[in-house]
């Protein structure tokens, strides 16, 4: 079960939210990407599913030449509806479209705090939730890639109590999204397909001000620390 951050009684400012943020990412950094799955084997009998056969596992990077394929950014005023179009963003990807995890963070910070304050903290969020270049590699030869399946998105109630009670040391705008989903990776183990599914939740914080036309998104939770 995901654990839930408790701000009974306390200010939460832009201080102290990258603060709580980055408490987080320091008790889950080492679990929130990894290469699970693929790189560990096959789950157990009972939870794989095969497909068509796959050639053996290679490097593909002809494949990776053609340029980058990223999911498209929603322009939306409706946090939720922008939480889900970043969180597909953040999540789905190919090993075989993409050289590395930094075109995924490039297009990402895009929408990311227009004043740049946020920016090196999310910067650094982004990074937690991908692969590294070195692991990405490793996943290329496995012929990795990864989707999203949202289950739910939703203003959690504890940001509520959040702005009310701090209201004037927020930026304008600012809400939070948590994402209950399943994240997908498929590939190629020995020669074989395989699929491997985990549960994740995680929370964004995002500025959504009238006197803008779309969302921006300030910071991440760390991943399976949402706000609830």
């Not at 999911?71 to 969180?87: G, K, M, N, W, Y």
């Not at 990807?93 to 004043?115: C, F, K, N, R, Y």
């Not at 999203?148 to 809400?175: F, H, M, Q």
């Amino acid at each position: 079960m995901a654990a839930s951050w408790r701000f009974t009684g306390m200010k939460v400012t832009r201080r102290s939210l990258a603060i709580l943020i980055a408490l987080g990412l320091i008790v889950t950094a080492c679990a929130a990407v990894g290469v699970y799955g693929l790189l560990a084997g096959p789950p157990k009998p009972e939870h794989t599913e095969q497909t068509a056969a796959i050639d053996s596992p290679g490097r593909a990077d002809e494949d990776v030449t053609s340029g980058p394929k990223l999911q498209p950014l929603a322009e939306t005023r409706d946090p939720v509806a922008f939480a889900r179009s970043i969180a597909d963003a953040l999540f789905t990807w190919d090993t075989q479209q993409l050289p590395g995890p930094d075109p995924v963070i490039e297009h990402i910070s895009a929408v990311g705090d227009p004043t740049g304050y946020e920016s090196p903290g999310l910067y650094q969020d982004l990074q937690h939730y991908l692969p590294t270049t070195d692991q990405w590699g490793q996943l290329r030869d496995y012929r990795t890639r990864q989707s999203l399946d949202i289950g739910t998105a939703r203003v959690p109630d504890g940001w509520n109590k959040i702005a009310s009670e701090s209201a004037d040391e927020l930026p304008g705008g600012a809400v939070a999204v948590t994402v209950d989903a399943t994240r997908i990776r498929s590939g190629v183990w020995q020669g074989e397909p395989t699929r491997a599914t985990e549960e994740v939740a995680f929370t964004l914080f995002l500025a959504c001000p009238e006197q803008t036309g779309s969302c921006h998104l300030l910071r991440l939770s760390a991943l399976g620390s949402p706000l609830r």
